[in-house]
T-cell receptor, first 109, second 110 residues
């Protein structure tokens, strides 16, 4: 059974800090997703990765396929980055995503 | 930017009633999905739909649930006789290469 483990579960940081959220999974995957869930519940897809690294603004996502590990980084964090960040993996193109439990991030001004 | 639209954003229904949650996927997408998230828990996969039929479904997706793509644009999730434990946020997603998610419908069964 594939498990997706995220760490930390909760993270509180000061504005401006560099943030890292980690995700590990246990079997081969076709893609890994990083998603952001806002306090109202809506989900936004941030990245889809199958190898290497992607960057969008202050967000950077990396994946190491051999180690079955991915990280999401936020540079120069801001209170508006406060949200739950979720890692999810798909094992085929069917997108039956397997979800991590999420990391609740709070950025204090 | 294309987006997946879900309606309603919030629905309150009495136990035992039927509900239909609606989704308008992105027009050239081929795969459609429903997920749910019970408050405080992980997001869970319910069902995927391709080529006008269900391609995968989870244990949660029992006979009380059904999906349809009635008119080539909408994608609906029907719960026939709602139970209290069906209260959750329901997310629709569609994909061609990358998945896009709707904002969710919060279903409250009372």
């Amino acid at each position: 059974k594939n498990e997706v483990e995220q760490s930390p579960q909760n993270l509180t940081a000061q504005e401006g800090e560099f943030i890292t959220i980690n995700c590990s999974y246990s079997v081969g995957i076709s893609a890994l997703h990083w998603l952001q869930q806002h306090p109202g519940g809506g989900i936004v897809s941030l990245f889809m990765l199958s190898s290497g690294k992607k960057k969008h603004g202050r967000l950077i996502a990396t994946i190491n396929i051999q180690e079955k590990h991915s990280s999401l980084h936020i540079t120069a964090s801001h209170p508006r980055d406060s949200a739950v960040y979720i890692c999810a993996v798909s094992m085929d193109s069917n997108y039956q995503l397997i979800w991590g439990a999420g990391t609740k991030l709070i950025i204090k001004p | 930017e294309p987006e997946v639209t879900q309606t309603p954003s919030h629905q309150v229904t009495q136990m035992g009633q039927e509900v239909i949650l609606r989704c308008v996927p992105i027009s050239n997408h081929l795969y459609f999905y429903w997920y749910r998230q019970i408050l405080g828990q992980k997001v869970e996969f319910l069902v995927s739909f391709y080529n006008n039929e269900i391609s995968e479904k989870s244990e949660i997706f029992d006979d009380q649930f059904s999906v349809e793509r009635p008119d080539g644009s909408n994608f609906t999730l029907k719960i026939r006789s709602t139970k209290l434990e069906d209260s959750a946020m329901y997310f629709c997603a569609s994909s061609r290469l990358e998945a896009f998610f709707g904002q969710g419908t919060r279903l409250t069964v009372v």
